[in-house]
């Protein structure tokens, strides 16, 4: 299997608070990875840093063999419009709020060099569908839809592309429990349909186990355990992760 993002020993303070502590990890081709644990435990930090937009205090991450952090602004940017694909939590944040529904998917096809109008606005409502979102509204604002469309929306922006790697920050947070599940069956369909590479950041356990190959477990900066989804869940080894699963059961 390809090997397209590795990082090892990644360090980060926040003054006297290690944000990251010698943290390393890799996703290979067709692979989703989750990294899971309390709000505080790095994890967002983590995503953030092998993304290229914070700089940590020590390590490396490379991707496809490419030195991410010794990248230029314009070389992050490029490959973040080509390769790569970032799913926020809120999806505001991945939109561009007065531009429509379509303008916001064709956008990303543009940035490829994509100029008949014509064909950009079929595959701009062909991805509307594609994520449950009725093509006659191609042409409404995002701030007009449901949180749970604004998240589909920015989905399929960021998917239109085909990136290799995407970068899903708590993408069903804030959401109710019944589109959240939604929302998942639906990574779940295109991750598989596409055969995508995810790094998804998560405190939902049932979201890990639905969508995960592989598991990361934060704790204080740390990775305390990681291996096959099933095997961590099934059988986690670590107290910290015996306690995330044991309050999953009683929950």
């Known amino acids: 299997m390809t090997l ?16 990251l502590d010698d943290v390393a990890l890799d996703v290979t081709a067709g692979e ?3 990294i899971v644990g309390e709000s505080g435990s790095g994890k967002t930090t983590l995503l953030r840093v092998l993304a290229g937009q914070m700089a940590p205090d020590a390590g490396a991450v490379h991707y496809l063999g490419r030195d991410v952090l010794g990248m230029t602004e314009a070389e992050r940017r490029r490959l973040m419009r080509s390769d790569w ?10 939109l561009r709020m007065g531009v429509s529904a379509g303008g916001n998917v064709g956008e990303r096809l543009m940035a490829l060099g994509a100029r008949h109008y014509g ?33 589909r929306l920015q989905i399929a922006r960021t998917l239109v592309t085909r990136p290799k790697l995407v970068f899903m920050d708590e993408p069903t947070g804030g959401l109710d429990v019944s589109v959240q599940a939604r929302l998942l069956d639906l990574i ?6 596409l055969g995508l590479s995810v790094l998804i950041v998560t405190h939902d356990i049932a979201a890990a ?8 477990v934060m704790r204080r900066g740390q990775v305390v355990e990681q291996g096959l989804t099933d095997r961590v869940l099934d059988d986690p080894q670590h107290p910290y992760t015996q306690l995330l699963v044991s309050s999953v059961l009683a929950a």
Do not use: C, Y
């Open 32 to 34: 989703v990875v989750a």
């Open 209 to 216: 186990r639905l969508l995960a190959d592989r598991i990361l």
């Open 85 to 94: 694909g970032f799913v926020h939590q809120n999806p505001r944040d991945g």
């Open 119 to 151: 064909n950009i606005r079929d595959e701009a409502k062909a991805w509307l569908q594609r994520v449950e979102i009725d093509a006659a509204r191609i042409d409404d604002l995002p701030r007009h839809f449901s949180g749970g469309m604004q998240q």
């Open 188 to 193: 779940r369909a295109l991750v598989r349909e």
């Open 4 to 19: 397209l993002l590795e990082a090892k020993g990644l360090d980060l303070k926040f003054g006297t608070i290690a944000a």
